[in-house]
């Protein structure tokens, strides 16, 4: 009886928090991400650009050995509503990191760092807007090109997001600029009526 009672009210809070949710333009906030080697805290920044695509900026560091900048291009899909998403994208990092060398001869390992490094980073994650923050959990793989011993590296993250700018304040911009831009382009009538003459003579 307490466990239905229980999920009944998680039911009920879902609903009413997916209720109040609002789908975000702009959202900046906090990411904490974690791999092998350490831990970082982050800025993390999204922009809707349309529907179902945005692009995320996150800047993160370790504040002792480990910086890097990751531009991504996201996809969202809903699963519940459209303010409960699963979303994958891809996109470019580059920053200075420690790197690990095994040296097969002597059996050790050769720590570096100050590596200037550039990469390839995939992300994968679920997110949920609700009372004006967006919170998401992901999966972010980099994949190194230059500056680094170890290849590949994976992290998970959480981020939550305050949203600075609601989708439709965001639509509503973009209609008002549409609306002026279609306005100036328009020719006034008398002019309209004038070029008519002007060709008859």
């Known amino acids: 009886m307490q466990a239905r ?11 009413i928090s997916l209720t109040h949710a609002q789908r975000y333009g702009t959202a ?11 831990r970082t805290v982050g800025l993390t920044a999204q ?40 979303y994958y994208g891809a ?14 001869e002597s059996k050790q390992i050769l720590h570096t760092y100050g590596n200037s490094t550039a990469g390839v980073d995939l992300i994968g994650g679920l997110e949920l807007t609700v009372l004006n923050t967006v919170i998401s959990l992901d999966y972010k793989p980099n994949i190194n090109l230059v500056g ?19 989708s439709k304040e965001q ?11 279609n306005k100036s382009r328009k020719v006034p009538l008398s002019e309209q009526i004038n070029s008519i003459f002007q060709k008859k003579n």
Request: aromatic letters at 10%.
């Open 171 to 181: 639509k509503k911009k973009q209609r008002q600029r549409k609306k002026a831009k």
């Open 28 to 38: 900046v906030g906090l990411r904490f991400g974690n791999n092998n080697q350490y």
């Open 91 to 104: 996109g470019a990092s580059f920053g200075v990191e420690e790197s690990f060398v095994k040296d097969e």
């Open 47 to 86: 922009q809707r650009i349309t529907k179902q695509v945005s692009i995320e900026a996150i800047l993160q560091s370790d504040f002792k050995l480990n910086t890097t900048f990751t531009a991504l291009v996201e996809k969202h899909h809903p699963i519940i509503s459209k303010r409960f998403n699963y």
């Open 148 to 166: 680094r011993e170890d290849f590949y590296r994976g992290q998970m993250g959480i981020s939550a997001r305050m949203v600075l700018v609601k």
């Open 5 to 15: 009672l229980t999920l009944l009210t998680l039911l009920i809070f879902s609903s």
